[in-house]
């Protein structure tokens, strides 16, 4: 798929990870909506919208069904489709597991995978009628591998990680496909909060000896949503944190 001109919405997008492949997408020449919980500023839309695309700020709850669904329909009726679905929103909420709640667990739950649930269902029934669409979720090496202290997270993305794979089966006889992205370290606000000390513990994990920049996320959401013939997949981007074979 050729993005330019393409609708992209995208979760969880003014900050982070989210906020770089909103901006990737719009130097493609992809229309894109972003997403948070709260009014969405308006200097990030100018700065999208000086690539030359539409760029539109939807406000709303991904792990709210009927919120959901609503924010599909206003990215329809404010852009005409949505041609990539970017499920990027989540949160962390790490304790461990003797000490978790229950409303640890299930916010986590309800946020990483409930939500990427709610706005794709909402999003491949559009999808469907004009049988195309891309699909991309974001994971995480925690759902591939675990981790000490995020048992709540690490469910989240794996769930994450069994729907991807599901859906991926459901929709490709419609030309959708449906992958995930599982990020390892990756440089954001939340690592930028660590001691030295911290981050050079993280990065002698992994065997490229650094963290990633969202920047490297961001380009692998483009492959996806350009590649045709990738589907069920899961794109491990952490400098080889995480092998496979």
């Known amino acids: ?32 909506a972003l997403n ?35 924010m599909i329909q206003e990215v329809v009726d404010r852009l005409g ?68 202290g995020q048992a709540n997270y690490a469910a989240s993305k794996a769930g994450v990680i069994g729907l991807t794979k599901s859906v991926a089966r459901e929709v490709a006889a419609r030309g959708i496909t449906c992958n995930a992205i599982a990020p390892g370290f990756i440089q954001t606000e939340m690592t930028d909060v660590l001691s030295d000390k911290v981050k050079d513990q993280m990065s002698q994990q992994i065997p490229l000896k650094s963290f990633g920049q969202v920047e490297d996320v961001a380009d692998a959401t483009i492959f996806l949503a350009k590649s045709p013939y990738i589907t069920g997949q899961v794109l491990n981007i952490d400098g080889g944190l995480v092998m496979n074979g």
Request: contains cysteine.
């Open 1 to 32: 798929m050729d993005v330019k001109g393409k609708n992209v919405f995208v979760t969880g997008s003014t900050r982070g990870i989210g906020k770089a492949v909103a901006l990737a997408f719009a130097k493609e020449g992809a229309n894109v």
């Open 36 to 70: 948070g919980r709260g009014a969405i500023d308006p200097e990030q839309i100018a700065e999208l919208e000086a690539f030359g695309i539409k760029c539109i700020g939807v406000s709303g709850d991904i792990a709210d069904f009927d919120s959901a669904g609503e």
């Open 81 to 148: 489709s949505i041609d990539v679905l970017v499920n990027n929103a989540g949160i962390t909420n790490d304790k461990l597991l003797l000490r978790m709640t229950e409303e640890d667990f299930t916010r986590c739950i309800q946020i990483n995978l409930t939500g990427t649930f709610n706005m794709t269902q909402h999003a491949i029934k559009r999808m469907m009628k004009q049988r195309s669409g891309r699909i991309i979720n974001m994971s995480s090496v925690v759902g591939v591998m675990g981790n000490i």
